[in-house]
Nanobody, 126 residues
Framework: QVQLVESGGGLVQTGGSLRLSCAASGLTTTNYALGWFRQAPGKEREFVGS????????DNAASVEGRFTTSRDIAKNTLYLQMNNLKPEDTAAYYC???????????????????WGQGTQVTVSS
């Protein structure tokens, strides 16, 4: 059984940084995609970034390119999202997720993911 637990959210000023963590259990050595999504009140869940667990290949949303970095530590079974130069529009609940299948998936589509964490809130003040 896969379990995902996010942490590291909080309140930060514009231009600040945060690092989110997603502690994962039940992962194997299979090349699933681990993704980060966010959802602001009244808006749809939005893709932020993803990483292939084994190969380390990453994808980023255009809105966060150059500011956010997705990484993972296989030994610690942990996924990370380093967020720099935060903006008020980055305010949202952030979720990590694991894809339904290994190999190639549409990483930006929430429907590609089967397991989700409970989310962690990020608030950026102006």
């Amino acid at each position: 059984q896969v379990q995902l637990v996010e942490s590291g959210g909080g309140l930060v000023q514009t231009g600040g940084s945060l690092r989110l963590s997603c502690a994962a259990s039940g992962l194997t050595t299979t090349n699933y995609a681990l993704g980060w999504f966010r959802q602001a009140p009244g808006k749809e869940r939005e893709f932020v970034g993803s990483i292939k667990w084994i190969t380390g290949h990453t994808d980023n949303a255009a809105s966060v390119e150059g500011r956010f970095t997705t990484s993972r530590d296989i030994a610690k079974n942990t996924l990370y999202l380093q967020m720099n130069n935060l903006k008020p529009e980055d305010t949202a609940a952030y979720y990590c997720a694991r894809s339904r299948a290994p190999g190639w998936v549409q990483t930006a589509m929430p429907s590609s993911y089967e397991y989700w964490g409970q989310g962690t809130q990020v608030t950026v003040s102006s």
